[in-house]
Each structure stands twice: as structure tokens, then as C-alpha cells.
């Protein structure tokens, strides 16, 4: 969405009258986003429980103990399933067949809410920097450059932020800038 404003704004040699259309097409582009994703959002957390309630009632429902094993392991990341033997593994099937049967959840939780509005904040605000060189500068072509400025910094500092809980921050936000001038190529390229 943000990269619609600027390059809106590089494709038209807009005016001031311009610069304020567009701002008002990005702002409400962001508002339909941001509810599009918080819909998207809610709908993969019921999605997601609804195939962990399935996941459970087939471990329970599995007879055959290797069978059943083999179903437990298929829910467990690689680095844990190393780390078990198969004698784990049938002690996780027993105690998750002995669990009492519960009906997957019919509603969202205060949680997945709240989770929901975050992300329909995020997408909404996130143009928001972008766009303010373009209500604080009066010459267009100097707002167009910090705003680019402001784009990048927002690049590197999602990468960087992201880095530090895959353990490289300063290389992912370096790559995040990398990425997203490869992707303003491509909408330039195609006629963005």
C-alpha cells in the first residue's frame, strides 16, 4: 500500500491538489486492507483450531501404536522430534488419548480479537510515516525523497527487529531493504 502512494505520486508529477487525492486513495486502500487482514487473521485462528481439534481426534482415534506415534511425530517440529525416543512418543500418545473430549471452539476468544484489531492497526498506520513528508514539505519531489528515506528506515527496522529473534538482526534488516528494493523494481518494471 505505501509503495501505491509514492509511485502514484513519481507516475503523476502530481501537484499539490494530487498529492492530497492520492493520499486520501491511500489512506482508504489501507482502511479496506487493514479489515481485509483482520478478517484473514481471524479466519486462519479458526482454521488453525479447527485442524488441531481433527489432528487430536485422529491421534486418539488411531488404534495401531506405531500408526499413532507416527501421527504425534507429524505435529512436532523437527528439532523436538530429534530429541524424543520412541518410547516418548508413545507416553505423548497415551496421555493425548486419555485427554477428555472437547468440541473445538465455536467462537474467537477476547485474545484473537484484540490480535485481530492489531493487525487491521498495523496495516491502517503503517502508511502513515510514508506519507507525512508529504503534509510537512511543500516541494513534492523533497517529501518524495524522505519519504523514501522514511520507507527504507521502515525496511531496516522491521528486518532488524524480525533478525533478533531469528538471530541476525543486522543482516535480515539489510536483506529487508535488499527485498524491497527488489520489489519496487518489479512495480516499476511493470509499469507501477
Given at each position: 500500500m505505501v509503495l501505491t502512494f509514492t509511485l502514484s505520486?513519481?507516475?503523476?508529477?502530481?501537484?499539490?491538489?494530487?498529492?492530497?487525492?492520492?493520499?486520501?486513495?491511500?489512506?482508504?486502500?489501507?482502511?479496506a486492507w487493514g479489515i481485509i487482514d483482520a478478517v484473514?487473521?481471524?479466519?486462519?485462528?479458526?482454521?488453525?483450531?479447527?485442524?488441531?481439534?481433527?489432528?487430536?481426534?485422529?491421534?486418539?482415534?488411531?488404534?495401531?501404536?506405531?500408526?499413532?506415534r507416527a501421527l504425534v511425530a507429524d505435529q512436532l517440529?523437527?528439532?523436538?522430534?530429534?530429541?524424543?525416543?520412541?518410547?516418548?512418543?508413545?507416553?505423548?500418545?497415551?496421555?493425548?488419548?486419555?485427554?477428555?473430549?472437547?468440541?473445538?471452539?465455536?467462537?474467537?476468544?477476547?485474545?484473537?480479537?484484540?490480535?485481530?484489531?492489531?493487525?487491521?492497526?498495523?496495516?491502517?498506520?503503517?502508511?502513515?510515516?510514508?506519507?507525512?513528508?508529504?503534509?510537512?514539505?511543500?516541494?513534492?519531489?523533497?517529501?518524495?525523497?524522505?519519504?523514501?528515506?522514511?520507507?527504507?528506515?521502515?525496511?531496516?527496522?522491521?528486518?532488524?527487529?524480525?533478525?533478533?529473534?531469528?538471530?541476525?538482526?543486522?543482516?535480515?534488516?539489510?536483506?529487508?531493504?535488499?527485498?524491497?528494493?527488489?520489489?519496487?523494481?518489479?512495480?516499476?518494471?511493470?509499469?507501477?
Open positions: 505520486i513519481t507516475a503523476t508529477e502530481a501537484g499539490r491538489e494530487d498529492v492530497h487525492t492520492v493520499l486520501i486513495g491511500a489512506l482508504g486502500c489501507n482502511l484473514m487473521y481471524l479466519m486462519g485462528v479458526q482454521g488453525e483450531r479447527r485442524i488441531a481439534v481433527s489432528d487430536l481426534a485422529a491421534i486418539r482415534n488411531e488404534d495401531d501404536p506405531v500408526l499413532g517440529p523437527p528439532a523436538v522430534l530429534a530429541a524424543l525416543t520412541d518410547a516418548e512418543l508413545e507416553r505423548i500418545r497415551l496421555r493425548l488419548k486419555a485427554l477428555p473430549e472437547s468440541p473445538p471452539d465455536q467462537v474467537w476468544q477476547w485474545n484473537d480479537l484484540l490480535a485481530a484489531c492489531g493487525v487491521f492497526l498495523l496495516v491502517f498506520f503503517c502508511v502513515f510515516p510514508v506519507v507525512l513528508p508529504f503534509l510537512l514539505f511543500d516541494e513534492i519531489a523533497l517529501a518524495l525523497r524522505v519519504s523514501n528515506v522514511v520507507a527504507i528506515l521502515l525496511l531496516f527496522l522491521t528486518g532488524f527487529t524480525f533478525g533478533q529473534y531469528v538471530g541476525s538482526p543486522w543482516r535480515t534488516g539489510i536483506l529487508m531493504i535488499l527485498i524491497g528494493i527488489a520489489l519496487v523494481a518489479v512495480a516499476f518494471a511493470l509499469g507501477g
